[in-house]
């Protein structure tokens, strides 16, 4: 099935000459939300993707983590590739035992389907409720799955647009499996901490199965100024981390899909020692929590 898409250049969202981090992260720091893309000869693309970017394969990333210091990841599973999930099944296998992943699936999945996914190193299951990315399933349904995710050891992982935390939120309380939330809610920064979807999110944070991606500082104000750009997105990440640092983890996004720029992978980096400036707190977000989430082996 041939896309639209297919006719158009490929558009590049990462920088493919990555810089070194001014600091050593600790021994087994996790990226906890990676892509990855193609090649597209070999992992197609999806024919109702809504960009078509520059390949970004598992020897890139692989690549990319030794430059930033990181020794374990997580990759999910995008829409770029659809719900056939071999491209982040192949880079889990030729990851040496520190990469694991998170699918995308319909609803209705078999079970045989959840047994055979975890099996491959799959650690939970996402869904997307986010315009430009489509239609998202319905979260009755999503809740419908949570109890057969449980018999396999899956978590759920969301997506959604900041204003939907007050609709999903009371639905996604009564999982039980732990729920994933994604780039801090999605949430604006330019609106402050003070905001009814910032404090939304905070008080589902207050449920012990809820955890946090303390990801997306470049994403949660895309129209900062450049020297500007990460600094509210991340403040609300250090009120996130002080309040519920226990169940945060960090993931740099990379390759940037869908985005206003192409982000600088080890200012993110880099920034971390801005959300958690001590070394304790680094090893619990970076090593630790990440431990607890994913079970690496």
Not at 27 to 45: K, L, M, N, S, T
Not at 82 to 102: F, K, S
Not at 161 to 177: F, K, N, T
Not at 180 to 198: C, K, N, P, S, Y
Request: with cysteine; charged share 20%; glycine share 6%.
């Amino acid at each position: 099935m041939t896309s639209l898409h297919d006719q158009q250049l490929p558009v590049r969202t990462y920088d493919a000459q990555p810089q070194t981090p001014r600091w050593q992260l600790p021994p087994g720091a996790c990226d906890a939300h990676v892509h990855v893309f193609g090649p597209p000869e070999r992992f197609a693309y999806n024919p109702l993707r809504q960009i078509t970017p520059v390949a970004a394969p598992r020897d890139t990333l692989y690549a990319l983590h030794r430059t930033l210091g990181i020794e374990r990841c997580v990759i999910v599973q995008s829409m770029v590739h659809g719900m056939d999930n071999r491209v982040v099944e192949d880079a889990i296998d030729h990851g040496e035992g520190r990469y694991l992943g998170v699918a995308l699936v319909p609803v209705d999945v078999p079970d045989a389907e959840l047994a055979r996914l975890a099996q491959a190193g799959m650690r939970g299951v996402r869904f997307n409720f986010m315009r430009h990315l489509g239609a998202g399933a319905d979260v009755r349904e999503v809740l419908a799955l949570t109890p057969r995710l449980a018999a396999h050891g899956l978590h759920l992982q969301v997506h959604f647009e900041s204003a939907l935390v007050h609709e999903l939120g009371p639905w996604l309380l009564q999982s039980p499996v732990p729920v994933v939330i994604d780039h801090m809610g999605r949430v604006d920064a330019r609106l402050g901490a003070q905001h009814e979807d910032f404090q939304a999110l905070m008080r589902l944070l207050d449920a012990s199965h809820f955890w946090v991606k303390l990801s997306g500082i470049d994403r949660i104000d895309a129209h900062a100024a450049p020297d500007e750009r990460y600094t509210h997105g991340v403040a609300l990440a250090q009120q996130l981390w002080r309040a519920h640092g226990d169940r945060c983890v960090w993931g740099s996004d990379w390759p940037h899909p869908n985005h206003t720029h192409i982000p600088d992978d080890a200012a993110l980096v880099n920034a971390i020692t801005t959300i958690v400036p001590d070394a304790a707190g680094q090893q619990a977000f970076l090593v630790d929590n990440p431990q607890r989430l994913y079970r690496f082996a």
